[in-house]
């Protein structure tokens, strides 16, 4: 089966800039999560998305990022405007609700703000 | 917040040797589970261990979960120097919701 796809792979804008960035998961997977990862540090829950409905968004920074996941299948990520602190891999992964397997991940998009 | 702690930070080793991480968490959970990432790489799964098991093995992986103590191991036997990765636990809750310690990176010398 394809994997979770990504776009893009690297972006560098500038701070106060937008940016935004898109996954498509493995079809049929009906729960999606974007992860954020710093360098060194692990990923980090952003957002999850049962279909296209919202389950948690307690750690997103919504006064500068949102996310939508229309039509249930592939999901973009926005920031507006980005910070330096913004730096980081944006981690797409998927998996199929009510079963207890491992997620897959996206090989994830490098955002550098400089 | 992230829950799972894995000690050590950095381990480095020869290869054919085993090494060994552990991964510690405060709240109950539904599962555990280890991932591996190659540097600029995304994650992938290497196994899952449900709360009620208490160790599970896939090829030369060993995994072992104690709920008393919250805390799971990760063993790699027989290292190589393809092994060379950065290993993270994540414990899953009832909503399918996976959260990831900082990851222990392993380093295998030929």
């Known amino acids: 089966e394809a994997g979770v796809a990504q776009s893009p792979r690297y972006k560098i804008i500038e701070k106060r800039q937008s940016v935004a960035f898109w996954c498509n998961p493995i079809s049929g997977h009906a729960t999606l999560y974007w992860y954020q990862q710093i360098l060194g540090q692990g990923p980090k829950l952003l957002i999850q998305?049962?279909?296209?409905?919202?389950?948690?968004d307690s750690q997103l920074p919504k006064d500068r990022f949102s996310a939508e996941r229309l039509k249930g299948v592939d999901s973009t990520l926005k920031i507006q405007p980005a910070k330096l602190e913004d730096s980081a891999v944006y981690l797409c992964?998927?998996?199929?609700?009510?079963?207890?397997?491992?997620?897959?991940f996206g090989s994830g998009t490098r955002l550098t703000v400089v | 917040s992230q829950q799972g702690e894995e000690d050590p930070q950095a381990l480095s080793i020869q290869e054919g040797e085993n090494a060994t991480m552990n991964c510690s968490y405060k709240?109950?959970?539904?599962?555990l589970q280890w991932y591996r990432q190659n540097s600029g790489r995304g994650l992938v799964h290497l196994i899952l261990i449900r709360s009620n098991e208490r160790e599970k093995h896939s090829g030369r992986l060993r995994v072992t979960l104690d709920t008393s103590k919250k805390s799971s191991s990760l063993l790699i036997t027989a290292s190589r120097a393809a092994d060379t990765a950065s290993y993270f636990c994540?414990?899953?809750?009832?909503?399918?919701?996976?959260?990831f310690g900082k990851g222990t990176l392993l380093t295998v010398n030929p």
């Open positions: 709240t109950s959970i539904n599962n």
């Open positions: 992964a998927s998996s199929s609700f009510g079963r207890l397997d491992g997620y897959t």
């Open positions: 994540a414990t899953g809750g009832s909503n399918y919701k996976l959260t």
């Open positions: 998305f049962q279909n296209n409905g919202v389950v948690d």
